[in-house]
C-alpha cells in the first residue's frame, strides 16, 4: 500500500524530533513543513534536553511560512497533519486541519480546557477524519513492558506505581506563561498521569501539592491517584521544571517482583531481587505513534491505543490536580 504524505506543522523542539522520524517509518512520508518563524525552517537540527533531533535534508521538503499558505497549496495532495505547535495553538490549528479535509495527529497536552478537548473531537466527528493525540509513553516499548507486567500478572498483583519526569524549564518562551503552557503539571506530569490512568483507569480521587515556578503556574508537583480497594495500588506521579538535567523514570512494586526504568534501562527483579532478563528494545516512541497513526489512517480504523476520549480524560485530572495544587493539596473526588 502506499505511504500516506505527511506534512508537519510547528517546525520547532519536538517537531524536529518528529521530522526525523518519518525516514525509519513504513506507512507515511514527510513531504512538507510548516512554521511561522522563518528561521525555524532553514534549521536542519535542533538541540532540546531530548538530546539531538538528528540532521533532516530540508531540500527534499515542500516549505510553508503559514498554515494558510499550507492548506491553499496542499488540499489533496497530504493526508495527514502532524501539529507540533505550542499548546496554546492545538485546538485552533487541530480544528481547522480536520474541517479542511486532513487526518491529524496533535501533539500533548490535547489542549489547554476542556472545552478546547470538545471542539476537536467534535471537529473530527462532523469532518470524518482521524485525530489522535500524540501521549508517546502509550507507544514506548518501556512503558508497554511495564503494562504487559501489569496486566499479564507475572509478577502478581501491582502494589506502587511512582513515576516521575522531572528536568529544567523547556526552551521557548511561551512556556514562560503558564496561560500558554498549562505549566509542569499539564505540560509535563501529564505524560505519566495519562499513562497511569490508560494503564489502570480513572481513580477515585486526586490530590496534588505543588511549587508555582518560572510558568506561573505549578511547576513542581507531587501527586497521589487513589484507587478503590484494599489491595489498590498506590500510585504517585512527581514532575518538575525546577532541576537541572531531564530525568523520567518509574518504580513499579508487585506481590512477587520489581520493575525499576531510570530513564536509560529498564531493569526487573524477582521477590528475592533478584535480577530477571528482559529484552525490551530501544524507545524509538515517536516513530511507532506517528507509524500507529498513519496505519489507522490507512485502514480507516480508530486510534483505539489512544482514542482522544481518552487524552480528554486525562487533561481533565491534571486540570483537577492543578485544583488541588491551588487549594494546597486537599483531596478532589474524580
Ligand atoms: N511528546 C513530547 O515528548 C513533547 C516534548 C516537547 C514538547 N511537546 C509538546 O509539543 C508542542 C510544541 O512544543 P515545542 O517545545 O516543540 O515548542 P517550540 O516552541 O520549540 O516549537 C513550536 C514551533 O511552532 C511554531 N508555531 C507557533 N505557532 C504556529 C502556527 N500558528 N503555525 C505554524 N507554526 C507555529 C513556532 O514558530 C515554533 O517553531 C507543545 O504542545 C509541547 O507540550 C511534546
Given at each position: 500500500m502506499k505511504k500516506l504524505a505527511c506534512a508537519l506543522v510547528g517546525f520547532g523542539g519536538i517537531g524536529h524530533h518528529h521530522a526525523s522520524r518519518y525516514a525509519r517509518c513504513k506507512n507515511v512520508r514527510l513531504v512538507a513543513l510548516c512554521d511561522i518563524d522563518p528561521a525555524r525552517l532553514a534549521e536542519a537540527e535542533s538541540k532540546t534536553n531530548l538530546g539531538s533531533s538528528g540532521t533532516l535534508d530540508l531540500a527534499k521538503l515542500r516549505l510553508y511560512?503559514?498554515?494558510?499558505?499550507?492548506?491553499?497549496?496542499?488540499?489533496?495532495?497530504?493526508?495527514?497533519?502532524?501539529?507540533?505547535?505550542?499548546?496554546?495553538?492545538?485546538?485552533?490549528?487541530?480544528?481547522?486541519?480536520?474541517?479542511?479535509?486532513?487526518h491529524v495527529l496533535s501533539e500533548k497536552?490535547?489542549?489547554?480546557?476542556?472545552?478546547?478537548?470538545?471542539?476537536?473531537?467534535?471537529?473530527?466527528?462532523?469532518?470524518?477524519?482521524?485525530?489522535?493525540?500524540?501521549?508517546?509513553?502509550?507507544?514506548?516499548?518501556?512503558?508497554?513492558?511495564?503494562?504487559?507486567?501489569?496486566?499479564?500478572?507475572?509478577?502478581?498483583?501491582?502494589?506502587?506505581?511512582s513515576m516521575h519526569r522531572v528536568g529544567a524549564m523547556p526552551w521557548s518562551k511561551?512556556?514562560?506563561?503558564?496561560?500558554?503552557?498549562?505549566?509542569?503539571?499539564?505540560?509535563?506530569?501529564?505524560?505519566?498521569?495519562?499513562?497511569?490512568?490508560?494503564l489502570l483507569g480513572t481513580p477515585s480521587a486526586i490530590r496534588c501539592e505543588g511549587l508555582r515556578g518560572p510558568s506561573g503556574g505549578w511547576d513542581e508537583t507531587l501527586s497521589r491517584l487513589r484507587y478503590p480497594g484494599a489491595k489498590a495500588p498506590i500510585v504517585t506521579t512527581a514532575a518538575s521544571w525546577l532541576r537541572a538535567a531531564f530525568?523520567?523514570?518509574?518504580?513499579?512494586?508487585?506481590?512477587?517482583?520489581?520493575?525499576?526504568?531510570?530513564?536509560?534501562?529498564?531493569?526487573?527483579?524477582?521477590?528475592?531481587?533478584?535480577?530477571?532478563?528482559?529484552?525490551?528494545?530501544?524507545?524509538?516512541?515517536?516513530?511507532?505513534?506517528?507509524?500507529?497513526?498513519?496505519?489507522?489512517?490507512?485502514?480507516?480504523?480508530?486510534?483505539?491505543?489512544?482514542?482522544?476520549?481518552?487524552?480528554?480524560?486525562s487533561v481533565r485530572l491534571a486540570l483537577l490536580q492543578a485544583r488541588s495544587a491551588a487549594r494546597g493539596g486537599a483531596w478532589i473526588r474524580t
Open positions: 511560512k503559514s498554515y494558510d499558505e499550507f492548506a491553499a497549496a496542499e488540499k489533496g495532495r497530504v493526508d495527514m497533519i502532524d501539529l507540533c505547535v505550542p499548546t496554546y495553538e492545538h485546538a485552533r490549528l487541530a480544528c481547522r486541519a480536520l474541517r479542511d479535509g486532513f497536552p490535547m489542549a489547554l480546557s476542556l472545552a478546547q478537548c470538545d471542539a476537536m473531537i467534535a471537529a473530527a466527528k462532523e469532518s470524518g477524519r482521524t485525530h489522535m493525540v500524540a501521549q508517546c509513553l502509550r507507544f514506548s516499548p518501556v512503558y508497554g513492558a511495564l503494562r504487559a507486567f501489569v496486566e499479564g500478572g507475572r509478577f502478581g498483583a501491582l502494589r506502587s506505581l511561551w512556556y514562560y506563561d503558564h496561560r500558554k503552557c498549562g505549566g509542569a503539571v499539564l505540560d509535563l506530569q501529564l505524560h505519566d498521569l495519562d499513562f497511569a490512568v490508560s530525568k523520567p523514570g518509574f518504580e513499579a512494586v508487585f506481590e512477587r517482583g520489581l520493575l525499576e526504568y531510570d530513564g536509560a534501562e529498564l531493569r526487573a527483579f524477582d521477590a528475592k531481587r533478584r535480577p530477571v532478563k528482559l529484552a525490551v528494545k530501544g524507545a524509538d516512541m515517536y516513530g511507532l505513534e506517528i507509524d500507529y497513526f498513519a496505519d489507522c489512517v490507512r485502514r480507516g480504523a480508530r486510534p483505539e491505543r489512544c482514542r482522544p476520549e481518552s487524552t480528554r480524560e
